[in-house]
Nanobody, 126 residues
Framework: QVQLVESGGGLLQAGGSLRLACAAS????????MGWFRQAPGKEREFVGR????????YYADSVKGRFTISRDNAKNTMYLQMNSLKPEDTAVYYC???????????????????WGQGTQVTVSS
């Protein structure tokens, strides 16, 4: 089992920046990739981006490309999501997830991830 805990959410104005963290514990040695997803009220959970755990290769949704950056600190078992130039449409609960195996190049679907955090709220006002 892998436990994931997100932190860093908050309320801020459009154009601001925020960094989320996702701390992993438990059987983290089995993790091959970690991802960020978000869910706005009344909408389905959607892919934000992912990073491969060993090589650090990232992949992003078009909606956040150029504004969001995913990084990881393997020694701390922590993944980060740096969010810049935030927009009101970025408002959502942000979830991190961990995958134990590669099932695609993009790893952008929910079912490809085995473990999930509880989420952290990000609210961007206009």
């Amino acid at each position: 089992q892998v436990q994931l805990v997100e932190s860093g959410g908050g309320l801020l104005q459009a154009g601001g920046s925020l960094r989320l963290a996702c701390a992993a514990s438990g059987r983290t040695a089995s993790t091959v990739a970690m991802g960020w997803f978000r869910q706005a009220p009344g909408k389905e959970r959607e892919f934000v981006g992912r990073i491969t755990w060993i090589s650090g290769i990232t992949y992003y949704a078009d909606s956040v490309k150029g504004r969001f950056t995913i990084s990881r600190d393997n020694a701390k078992n922590t993944m980060y999501l740096q969010m810049n130039s935030l927009k009101p449409e970025d408002t959502a609960v942000y979830y991190c997830a961990a995958a134990s195996r590669f099932t695609s190049v993009t790893m952008r679907t929910l079912v490809e991830y085995d473990y999930w955090g509880q989420g952290t709220q990000v609210t961007v006002s206009s």
